[in-house]
């Protein structure tokens, strides 16, 4: 069983930057892939960006690429999302997921491969 609480979130102006992290409990971070979603008003969860459990391999949504970063560290249970040049149409509740996986390369992407999910943190961008 894992737990993750997400931080990091708040209003920011269009321009800015916000870091997101996830934090896992557990003594067993190492053997999960982590990714991030988000949920706007309205709006089904979409996909946002993905990292392999070693860490060495992403994948992001095309609208973010170039402007967010997905790391993490093993070491503190933590999973990051690093926001910049932040969009109104950002604005949304973002979610961490987690799942366990025997392969140190491969990220997931679709909702249905994720087991474990944070309560959300809200991110708002104003214009």
């Known amino acids: 069983q894992v737990q993750l609480v997400e931080s990091g979130g708040g209003l920011v102006q269009a321009g800015g930057s916000l870091r997101l992290s996830c934090a896992a409990s557990g003594r067993t971070f190492s053997m999960y892939a982590m990714g991030w979603f988000r949920q706007a008003p309205g709006k089904e969860r979409e996909f946002v960006a993905a990292i392999s459990r070693g860490g060495g391999s992403t994948y992001y949504r095309n609208s973010v690429k170039g402007r967010f970063t997905i790391s993490r560290e093993n070491a503190k249970n933590t999973v990051y999302l690093q926001m910049n040049s932040l969009k109104p149409e950002d604005t949304a509740v973002y979610y961490c997921?987690?799942?366990?996986?025997?392969?140190?390369?491969?990220?997931?992407?679709?909702?249905?491969?994720?087991?474990?999910w944070g309560q959300g943190t809200q991110v708002t961008v104003s214009s």
């Open positions: 997921a987690a799942r366990s996986t025997y392969s140190y390369s491969t990220y997931y992407y679709a909702e249905y491969d994720y087991t474990y």
